[in-house]
């Protein structure tokens, strides 16, 4: 029988992608009806390496993507909201979750793909509620996964024809080591080791494939999902690269132990079959969920080593911004307001540095465009808007607190203060975005309006400076000071302003640039404006 090998290759690609179209929308759509929380998930509840397994796991079965929790967890551990050691526990736990799409796809409802398709479209198309178009999006998507399986299923049958496909299974069960890096190879391919799975249970549910050619091929599925998590560490944190490095030790390691067990394993895998009446594609599944399960009870007691060793490996700050306040601590509230309010200021200061941080690294970006000034400055901006809530909860439960004249008068200060300074974030996350733009459309802004632009930032970033420097001081003077830096800022705005009036009616800049230029302008003068409403609230002269 002759093959035609184009209609092989277009079924089974079409097939692929509307699996891996149907993962993605179907994790998007459950991450969505879960809330945009995820991250404090794996904050609040990643408390040791058992929890982080356990929140891994959750997560990943939220998002379907074991990669995508990856990427969360090393923002995390890059934020200082997460140990390393905390990290390892999840990345185990994001491996086993992995796994519950290959159990979905063991269920093989494919003849009710279609159907399901259709239940899921009508949710989304007829129903305005965002909640019920979530649930739709996920029934969309099931479906989906078993109509691409399907697709892809169909188009390999043809293959238990071919001799030289059979020859190469054969190849594939009498060496193993072979059967990994065909795993690794197509899982690097495809990005996707939810995908490879998929391909694998369709293989061996064809009868194309012996389980023991099969086992190996999945172990290289396991390590061909590391790929992902190195590429996305290139260039990146420390963070990343540790949280990408215990990534690939995991995982080869696991394959490495499983492959040396290879046949006793298979004769487990066997035997589950028959004993439990699996299909095929189940088969697969056990398998897999086996392998990952074990491996992390194999090697949860080796997380201190491993962070130990990563850390050696790849040497460095792992904390780029730490998120996490350092100073309220609750025992002082009831025992001492006022020691509670100078724990808040302390922290207040710590936010506000943060505030000077983000102007630094917001000017830098205009000068270099260097994305990882822009990375910096959207970390401190987060960072600034979690101290900002924890800071004013704190500062809530001091004032149920009974307190003196004075300290009421502080506390009212410092609110004031933290307000002030979370919208100094908002101004140079608003300036960042501007320097995107101008990156982004390649507006070319004149020699002489980076001249303003420099005088104004410079002038912007001692004002705040020194305004914080008031307050960590209590220093009228110094606040004084500040009123007079702030005028100087808006006389600068005003003067800025029209000279930039004067570049565009002698063509010396464009429209585009033009906009980026005032608008930069504009959110400096708002930053001096917060600058001089934390020096007035020192001197008592704010309304």
Known sequence: ?????????????????????????????????????????????????????????????????????????????????????????????????????????????????????????????????????????????????????????????????????????VNLSEFPILGVAVGTLVTFIVQSSSGTVAILQGLYAEGLLDLDAALPVLFGDNIGTTVTAILAALGASVAARRAAAVHVLFNVIGSVIFIILLVPFTAYVEWLAITLGLDPKMEIAFAHGTFNVANTIIQFPLIGLWAYLVTKLIPGDEVTVEFKPKHLDLHFIEQSPSIALGQAKEEILRMGQYSVQGL?????????????????????????????????????????????????????????????????????????ELIDYQVNNRVNITDDAMEDLTEMFTLTIATVQKALDALDTTSHELAREVAEQEDLIDKMERKFRKKHILRLTEGACSAQAGIVFVDIVSNLERVGDHSVNIAEAILGNRA
Do not use: C
Request: glycine share 10%; hydrophobic share 45%; proline share 2%.
């Open 1 to 169: 029988m002759e093959m035609n090998w184009q209609e092989i290759l277009l079924t089974f690609i079409g097939g692929l992608g509307i699996f891996l179209f149907s993962i993605k929308y179907m994790g998007d759509a459950l991450q969505k009806a879960a809330g945009d929380k995820l991250r404090e998930i794996l904050d609040r509840f990643t408390t040791n390496p058992f929890m982080g397994v356990l929140v891994g796991i959750i997560v990943t079965i939220l998002i379907q993507s074991s990669s995508g929790t990856t990427v969360i967890v090393v923002g995390l551990v890059s934020a200082g909201f997460m140990t390393l050691r905390q990290a390892i526990g999840v990345i185990m736990g994001a491996n086993i979750g992995t796994t519950v799409t290959a159990f979905i796809i063991g269920l093989d409802v494919g003849a009710y793909s279609l159907p399901i398709m259709a239940a899921g479209a009508f949710l989304i198309f007829f129903f305005k509620k965002n909640q019920i178009q979530n649930i739709g999006q996920v029934i969309f998507g099931f479906g989906g996964l078993f109509f691409g399986m399907d697709t892809m299923s169909g188009a390999m049958k043809p293959l238990r024809e071919l001799p030289a496909f059979i020859d190469w299974t």
């Open 360 to 432: 630094q690294e917001t000017f830098e970006y205009l000068k270099t465009k260097n994305t990882k000034n822009a990375e910096t400055g959207y970390q401190l901006e987060d960072a600034i808007n979690n101290l900002d809530s924890k800071i004013t909860d704190y500062l809530v439960l001091i004032s149920a607190e009974s307190i003196s004249s004075a300290d009421s008068t502080r506390h009212t200060v410092l609110m004031e203060t933290v307000r002030d300074i979370e919208r100094i974030g908002d101004h140079f996350e608003n300036i960042i």
